[in-house]
């Protein structure tokens, strides 16, 4: 038997930090003399309650280190859970979900998804609005410290090609695992005041500038207008997607940057290739929009420019025409999407490392037909990558394409339309938060899906951010057995 008692005790002290950031909005909407934080009040009561009796209750079974199945437990517990307790204040109070799809929103702001089943942003207590943002800030915290510290030792998806970085944080080097862990919330912190900031600079409200800065670092996108970055200045927008770009690059670089190594950064391939071919869609867009509808260069590119940016980096936002889109703009759209930006950020999708595995495996295979007896290691950023890795890779490529085809396939038998179907499960999977097709068109959100479809890409999302296959192992037999 798996002891559940470290993974608990590590779950109810996530629950009694939420219940303390729980006040924050009630305290927003008390001094606006909004009566809606009382349901945030009455939310941190159950959330801090149910924390302290689960972390006394298992204090007993508290130990330095986790092994690999108490981390897979406790990852997926954490996303699991933890949105269970955020969802409160939105079925509490303002806008009285039902539970079932508020759920959905805080799902969607943990994982960092971005979509929503809210109507009338403009009009919702502000409290409500920086608990949005507050979601998407946590959980964009949380998959940080997820990505570089449990998924390498997880082994998911070929992300134990990372542990190479000096990352071995479990049994004896959990040490290392906490400085990790405290130069990257300096980091994280830093970057969400500096995007914040300017922000406010450049004529955002006070309150905006905050939602937004932390929907940016997180890559999220929920926002406090119904029509997202469309309202905003250019400058804005170029601001936004600078701000995406660099939120979607590898943490690890970032953490190396401020220990006074920039090399790493800059010679990155994985980075490279991410600013390669974004630039490349954003310029190919921009062109056949100025050729296909007369639209001005400069405001083409930045349409393209942030709307791109937005959806390879998983973030969310729109802006301009960008609901209008269709044909091969949208295709192109489509396929940023599933390629996402890098392992190793809060970006999800494939990930361009991923994709950059599987097409040296495919050059690979190509050279082999002609050479079928020459050695041809599969190589990355000059190091041989292991079986293990391609491995892990083909599963993950191969499990997103199979549960991407199945959950389109149950969405339809909800009595969902093909497209409204396909798009909602493309961003839900890819936790890019965007929406196309009947049902999101009359109000940009997904409030018009049935429940049974809203619990599909409920599941879609978490499983989306986990990596898919931490999900699945969960179904093993063996997995529970020493």
């Known amino acids: 038997m798996i002891d559940l008692r470290p993974v608990a005790y590590v779950i109810g002290r996530i629950l009694v930090v939420l219940a303390i950031l729980m006040l924050a909005p009630a305290i927003i909407d008390w001094r606006a003399g909004d009566a809606n934080g009382v349901a945030f009040a009455q939310s941190a009561i159950i959330t801090g309650f149910v924390g302290a009796v689960l972390s006394l209750a298992t204090v007993n079974g508290l130990s330095t280190s986790l092994d690999v199945r108490q981390a897979?437990?406790?990852?997926?517990?954490?996303?699991?859970?933890?949105?269970?307790?955020?969802?409160?204040?939105?079925?509490?109070?303002?806008?009285?979900?039902?539970?079932?799809?508020?759920?959905?929103?805080?799902?969607?702001?943990?994982?960092?998804?971005?979509?929503?089943?809210?109507?009338?942003?403009?009009?919702?207590?502000?409290?409500?609005?920086?608990?949005?943002?507050?979601?998407?800030?946590?959980?964009?915290?949380?998959?940080?410290?997820?990505?570089?510290?449990?998924?390498?030792?997880?082994?998911?998806?070929?992300?134990?090609?990372?542990?190479?970085?000096?990352f071995d944080t479990f049994g004896k080097a959990l040490p290392r695992a906490t400085d990790i862990a405290r130069q990257l919330l300096v980091l994280y912190c830093g970057l969400t005041l500096g995007f914040a900031l300017v922000y406010a600079a450049l004529g955002m409200p006070a309150l905006e500038a905050v939602v937004h800065g932390m929907s940016t670092v997180s890559t999220g996108g929920f926002g406090t207008r119904d029509d997202s970055f469309s309202s905003y200045s250019a400058a804005m927008l170029y601001a936004a997607s600078l701000f995406m770009i660099l939120s979607s690059l590898p943490y690890i670089r970032y953490v190396q940057l401020m220990n006074g190594q920039a090399t790493p950064l800059w010679r990155d391939s994985q980075a490279r290739a991410y600013l390669r071919w974004l630039l490349s869609a954003v310029v190919f867009v921009a062109g056949w929009?100025?050729?296909?509808?007369?639209?001005?260069?400069?405001?083409?590119?930045?349409?393209?420019?942030?709307?791109?940016?937005?959806?390879?980096?998983?973030?969310?936002?729109?802006?301009?025409?960008?609901?209008?889109?269709?044909?091969?703009?949208?295709?192109?759209?489509?396929?940023?999407?599933?390629?996402?930006?890098?392992?190793?950020?809060?970006?999800s999708g494939l990930s361009v490392f991923r994709v950059q595995i599987a097409m040296a495996l495919l050059r690979r295979q190509i050279r082999q037909i002609t050479s079928p007896s020459a050695v041809d290691p599969v190589k990355y950023d000059g190091r041989t990558v292991g079986e293990d890795v391609i491995s892990a890779v083909i599963m993950f490529i191969s499990g997103f394409i199979l549960i991407f085809g199945v959950l389109t396939v149950a969405m339809t038998l909800t009595g969902v339309d093909i497209e409204s179907a396909l798009f909602g499960v493309w961003q839900a999977l890819g936790n890019a938060g965007y929406g196309f097709g009947p049902l999101v068109s009359r109000t940009g959100t997904f409030i018009d899906y049935p429940e049974a479809a809203i619990l599909i890409m409920t599941l879609a999302m978490i499983m989306g951010r986990l990596g898919l296959m931490a999900v699945l192992v969960l179904l093993l037999p063996r997995f529970w057995r020493r």
């Open 72 to 166: 897979y437990l406790l990852t997926i517990g954490i996303w699991v859970l933890t949105p269970a307790f955020s969802a409160l204040p939105f079925w509490l109070g303002a806008p009285h979900l039902t539970p079932v799809y508020a759920y959905f929103e805080a799902v969607s702001g943990i994982t960092t998804t971005g979509a929503s089943v809210i109507v009338g942003l403009e009009v919702l207590p502000e409290g409500v609005n920086l608990w949005r943002g507050m979601m998407h800030w946590v959980g964009g915290l949380g998959i940080a410290f997820i990505a570089m510290i449990f998924l390498p030792i997880m082994r998911v998806g070929g992300m134990q090609f990372f542990r190479t970085e000096g």
């Open 289 to 347: 929009q100025v050729w296909s509808t007369g639209m001005g260069v400069e405001l083409a590119f930045r349409e393209s420019l942030f709307n791109l940016t937005s959806i390879m980096s998983s973030t969310g936002f729109f802006a301009g025409s960008f609901p209008e889109w269709g044909g091969v703009m949208l295709v192109v759209a489509l396929v940023l999407g599933v390629v996402g930006a890098c392992s190793g950020s809060s970006a």
